[in-house]
């Protein structure tokens, strides 16, 4: 059974850190990608950041400078740090799991889901 785990969220002022972990398990191929996404009330579901197998890394504008993907491949664990939040960072995160090579900066090229960790950012 696969299980996507996510925790680290939370309710931070303006300017705080958080970091979020996502521990995969059960899964049936060998990882591709790993990425975050984020949807807020009202609106569609958008990428954040993704990690690639052999390292490449790749952001959201919004979040250039300011988010840093991390993985750990030996424990299928992605680790997203966001530092200097922003009222319009909150959101639901959602971290995902990619096998094969695809869209990766789109919902689309994953293949399975964490329920999401909950981020709010106050000003």
């Known amino acids: 059974q696969v299980q996507l785990v996510e925790s680290g969220g939370g309710s931070v002022q303006a300017g705080d850190s958080l970091r979020l972990s996502c521990a995969a398990s059960?899964?049936?191929?060998?990882?591709?990608?790993m990425g975050w996404f984020r949807q807020a009330p009202g609106k569609e579901r958008e990428f954040v950041a993704t990690s690639r197998s052999g390292g490449a890394s790749y952001y959201a504008e919004a979040v250039k400078g300011r988010f840093t993907i991390a993985r750990d491949n030996a424990k299928n664990t992605v680790y997203l740090q966001m530092n200097s939040l922003k009222p319009d960072d909150t959101a639901l995160y959602s971290c995902?799991?990619?096998?094969?090579?695809?869209?990766?900066?789109?919902?689309?090229?994953?293949?399975?889901w964490g329920q999401g960790t909950q981020v709010t950012v106050s000003s």
């Open positions: 995902a799991v990619a096998g094969t090579i695809a869209r990766i900066t789109a919902p689309q090229g994953y293949n399975y």
């Open positions: 059960g899964l049936p191929f060998t990882v591709y990608a």
